[in-house]
């Protein structure tokens, strides 16, 4: 078990996060390449199968169909980003080197994390999904309810964070229920960690992204294919940030988790 130590500042930790992405990338090459061309092709993939998702009338359409394909991309991505987001944990919590992206669907670290991830994409999608049922029966209560569970899921998602690195470095008692308990008091602390280690994802988003988007809305394939791509990077990178910022936290924060 790892001593737990001071609470790290909202600026302290944020910075440490891209401090330790840079390290991740220059010590583990190969799996972060790895990683790059994963999700390239999974956005190029999810760009084919769900076209519906990306522009229409200049605005992203999230009806039923919409939402039960971007809940299984969801489930899917998470599968497939569980191996490296691991590797991030160990790397940030035990300094140890991961040279190889590997799916492991035998190994019980593997799975447990898997599962946790899938579970919280599908809470992720779960608003647009009610909204979208609800919409059906009274438009405006839709978005009432996709709104308000929006926010249900972002104060679980913030809660239950440090839960991630616990399962990757073998904790104790890795259960959502102990993550809970470790974050009570310390919410809008996880919070504002997660949301200024995000704001250095801004500027990249607009270098990758805000270039094609005009021409998304015109429904040019190109400017597509080429959001899909920055789409991809910019998840590889925001990825890596998150995940050694929830490990920060979990060294700081876990007691019930082990």
């Known amino acids: 078990m790892m001593s737990p130590q001071p609470i790290p500042s909202i600026w302290s930790a944020a910075t440490r996060a891209w401090s330790d992405t840079f390290q991740v990338i220059r010590r583990m090459p190969g799996l972060v390449l790895t990683m790059a061309v994963i999700l390239l092709l999974f956005q190029l993939v999810s760009l084919v199968v769900g076209l519906d998702l990306v522009m229409t009338d200049g605005a992203v359409r999230f009806g039923i169909g919409a939402s039960l394909t971007t809940l299984v ?73 996709s709104f ?32 809970i308990d470790d974050t009570k008091g310390h919410s809008w602390h996880v919070f504002f960690v997660l949301l200024v280690a995000s704001l250095g994802l801004v500027p990249l988003g607009v270098v990758l992204i805000a270039p094609f988007v005009s021409a998304a809305i015109d429904q040019a394939w190109f400017a597509e294919i080429m959001i899909a791509i920055g789409t991809g990077l910019l998840m590889l990178v925001a990825t890596t940030v998150l995940v050694a910022a929830a490990s920060r936290l979990y060294r700081a924060l876990s007691v019930s988790l082990g």
């Open 73 to 145: 991309l969801s489930a899917i991505k998470a599968v497939l980003l569980a191996p490296f987001a691991i590797a991030v944990h160990r790397f940030v919590l035990l300094d140890e080197v991961t040279p190889r992206y590997r799916l492991d669907p035998a190994n019980e670290r593997f799975l447990r994390f898997a599962f946790y991830g899938v579970l919280l994409a599908a809470l992720t999608v779960l608003p647009h999904l009610v909204g979208a049922v609800f919409a059906l029966v009274w438009r405006g209560f839709g978005g009432f309810a």
């Open 148 to 179: 308000v569970l929006h926010i249900v899921v972002a104060v679980i998602a913030v809660r239950v964070v440090i839960l991630f690195p616990a399962v990757a470095v073998d904790a104790a008692d890795p259960t959502w229920r102990h993550a």
